[in-house]
């Protein structure tokens, strides 16, 4: 395997702007488009002189657009750790919940030794738990 390193002029080039530009959707379908094919699968020299980058104008315009990108990229980053913390609660309280130890307010209140039965409309005898039997 060959690599090329393709250099730009930092006065004039945003290297922040090149990655951005590079890793969108358009070169990179390029990129699929002139891959060649066959037994050595790649890019040609010749094939990589050939992509034209858009740039815009001046380099401040290219670090401005690169610096949103980046805000937009931190943004997502931190929503999506916001998503995860949220899914560990969930997660938490789904266990606690599920088995039973932990209730809804409201649920499973015990009304002079009886459990309140929401399923079945009424009052049924309260079995001792675990905690009862050791306190006793």
Partial sequence: QHIALVRF???????????????????QATFRTLTDSGAKKGMSL??????????????AEQEAIAKALGDADALLESLEQLIAKKRHIKQGAMQELLTGKRRLPGFGCVTNGYNLDYAHGGLSER???????IQN
Avoid: N
């Fill in 46 to 59: 010749l094939t990589v002189q050939k992509i034209r980058l858009a740039l815009p104008p001046t380099r």
């Fill in 9 to 27: 002029d930092r006065s004039m080039t945003s290297p922040q702007f090149v990655s951005y530009f590079l890793a969108s959707e358009k070169p």
């Fill in 127 to 133: 079995r001792p738990r675990l905690v009862d039997v």
